[in-house]
């Protein structure tokens, strides 16, 4: 039951964020959020996630964190597959090319990240694995 209902909550607030242009379901725990549709490495489907994001340099910065479990999130791993994506920021749609940050530039992301919301140190500090910081830079089509 755990899967499919977090898959069936997941797809409400996909729509209803579409539906209002991210009035509804734009914002958890303070940070505003965004959709990130990828394609699919195993399926070529279109997957289409809300997270978190702050902006940086003319982009936006996301966070693998998957909850603060052990494993990556299957949007990262379809980025890394293709890193060609699509968000959506309140009504906006862009399409972003994304890239994992290096380490000096993960551990000036990973800073800023933790003014804006410190709860992301209890997720690092829980799990083994180094939480990815990934760069969404909006590309022309």
Same mark, same amino acid.
């Not at 607030?13 to 958890?28: A, D, E, I, M």
């Not at 399409?95 to 940050?101: G, H, L, P, Q, S």
């Given at each position: 039951m755990? +899967?499919?209902?977090?898959?069936?909550?997941?797809?409400?607030?996909?729509?209803?964020?579409?539906?209002?242009?991210?009035?509804?379901?734009?914002?958890?725990?303070?940070?505003?959020?965004?959709?990130?549709?990828t394609t699919g490495r195993k399926t070529g489907k279109r997957r289409t996630t809300p997270l978190g994001y702050f902006e940086h340099e003319g982009g936006y910065v996301v966070i693998a964190s998957n909850a603060g479990l052990e494993t990556h999130p299957a949007w990262f791993h379809n980025l890394r597959s293709n890193p060609r994506a699509t968000v959506q920021i309140n009504e906006k749609q862009l399409?972003?090319?994304? +890239?994992?940050?290096t380490a000096d530039k993960r551990d000036l992301l990973w800073a800023r990240l933790? &003014?804006?919301?410190?709860?992301?140190?209890?997720?690092? +500090?829980?799990? +083994?694995? &180094?939480?990815p910081v990934v760069t969404l830079t909006p590309v022309k089509i």
């Open positions: 755990g +899967k499919a209902f977090f898959r069936i909550f997941m797809t409400i607030h996909v729509f209803l964020y579409r539906l209002t242009g991210g009035k509804v379901g734009g914002k958890v725990r303070g940070f505003p959020l965004l959709l990130l549709t399409a972003v090319d994304a +890239k994992t940050a933790l &003014e804006l919301s410190p709860s992301y140190g209890y997720y690092a +500090k829980r799990i +083994k694995r &180094e939480i």
